[in-house]
């Protein structure tokens, strides 16, 4: 069976300071791998995908970045947060896309806070 | 511009009753439609998606009714029960693209 992890569970983080969330894979090679994040209350937004080690798109520029260091991983950083950073960031998986494929299933997320 | 939109923003139904929720989209080339269950504090989980090929797609409780002509589908979620209260999204996709589109959600609550 298939398992995401997400690290760190929740941070609070200075306006201005480094940031870097982590997302795991187990069970499964070579998945696509995506970046999304939620507002309070609010609707999911994606940010990065991948699909395979080493390349990443980025899909809206929230002055953040994502690399994909290994098959399993996928960071995302940046080195000044702002306070629109704050929200619940989500990282999903999928086989790939066209058919069955398609389906991205979501991990437990990361909730950020920053003052 | 938002290219998947939801109604209602919020529903209130009693225990037992049928929850009617409502999706609709822009993008024609739109073909894969998943609708998500979110917790508190937790991330979606997948609750049943469809294909446009379909145009109804049933599974327990949970039936997508999808008309393409005029871009909407529907979720229906009979007998409700009070742990069904959660946050429903609507997503879209493209067939061969990695972006899922999605809905500002609609927040249920069954009341018993």
């Known amino acids: 069976a298939q398992t995401i992890h997400q690290w760190p569970v929740a941070e609070i983080k200075a306006v201005g300071s480094p940031l870097s969330l982590g997302c795991t894979i187990k069970g499964k090679s070579s998945p696509n791998l995506y970046w999304y994040w939620q507002a309070t209350g609010g609707t999911l937004q994606q940010l990065f995908y991948s699909i395979t080690v080493g390349q990443v798109e980025s899909v809206v520029q929230l002055n953040l970045s994502a690399s994909r260091p290994k098959d399993d991983q996928f960071i995302l950083s940046t080195e000044k947060l702002l306070l629109s950073h704050s929200g619940f960031y989500l990282c999903a998986w999928s086989l790939g896309w066209g058919g069955a494929q398609d389906t991205q299933y979501f991990g437990p997320g990361t909730r950020l806070l920053v003052l | 511009q938002q290219q998947v939109r939801q109604s209602p923003q919020s529903l209130t139904v009693w225990e037992g009753e049928t929850a009617i929720l409502n999706c609709s989209y822009e993008?024609?080339?739109?073909?894969?439609f998943p609708w998500y269950q979110q917790f508190p504090g937790e991330g979606p989980a997948l609750l049943i998606a469809?294909?446009?090929?379909?145009d109804k797609k049933e599974d327990g409780r949970f039936t997508i009714f999808f008309n393409k002509r005029e871009k909407k589908l529907s979720l229906h979620i009979t007998d409700s029960q009070p742990g069904d209260s959660a946050t429903y999204f609507c997503?879209?996709?493209?067939?061969?693209?990695?972006?899922?589109?999605f809905g500002e959600g609609t927040k249920l609550t069954v009341s018993s």
């Open positions: 997503a879209a996709s493209q067939g061969g693209s990695a972006k899922l589109i």
């Open positions: 469809i294909r446009s090929v379909s």
């Open positions: 993008n024609s080339a739109f073909d894969y």
